[in-house]
């Protein structure tokens, strides 16, 4: 399985952040909207991933703690030729646990990619993936992506510890009566 270190964190200041991220990049920022439909599965969680863009789509497995700051994530991604085929089958031997439909900013600072994303009905968020190759270890790469937060000026009291997935369903969830 790949691997990368990721960190996400709420994007108070957006348009601040985009120009930040624009001087630490040598290159122009990939913007493109994004839709990713979640499906339940025994552990980790896995998505099907739709660009408006005419990228292809892709079936993403990933496992990661949640918890706030810098973690592991191991993924696995395989490409999709038939998004709607793909998306019938799963949804009906899974449960749809949710879809997250976003405007994303892709900048690239050496192996960390600056994810600045528009989150429909959640906001805005930072999100790092700093690229680990096989013999890299996730301490420097924990190190890395604290060091790009602090670049770019993000408060550690902005982290978020779960995905997009978590937070809409949690925004979704009826109040318990007390």
Do not use: C, W
């Not at 709607?84 to 050496?110: C, D, N, P």
């Amino acid at each position: 399985m790949a691997r990368n270190i990721e960190i996400k964190a709420r994007a108070r200041q957006f348009d601040q952040l985009l120009a930040r991220a624009a001087e630490l990049s040598p290159e122009a920022p990939l913007i493109f909207r994004q839709q990713d439909f979640f499906y339940d599965v025994p552990r980790g969680r896995l998505k099907l991933r739709q660009f408006d863009d005419g990228t292809p789509a892709e079936l993403i497995f990933y496992q990661r703690d949640d918890r706030d700051g810098p973690k592991a994530s191991y993924y696995t991604r395989s490409p999709v030729t038939n998004p709607e085929a793909m998306h019938s089958l799963l949804a009906t031997a899974l449960t749809t646990r949710g879809i997250v439909t976003k405007e994303r900013h892709v900048y690239v600072v050496g192996r960390t990619r600056i994810h600045l994303d528009r989150v429909d009905g959640l906001g805005d968020f930072i999100e790092l993936e700093v690229l680990l190759a096989q013999d890299d270890d996730e301490e420097g790469g924990e190190v890395e992506a604290h060091a790009m937060f602090a670049k770019l000026g993000v408060p550690e009291s902005d982290l978020v510890a779960v995905a997009y997935v978590d937070l809409l369903n949690a925004d979704s969830e009826p109040l318990q009566a007390a």
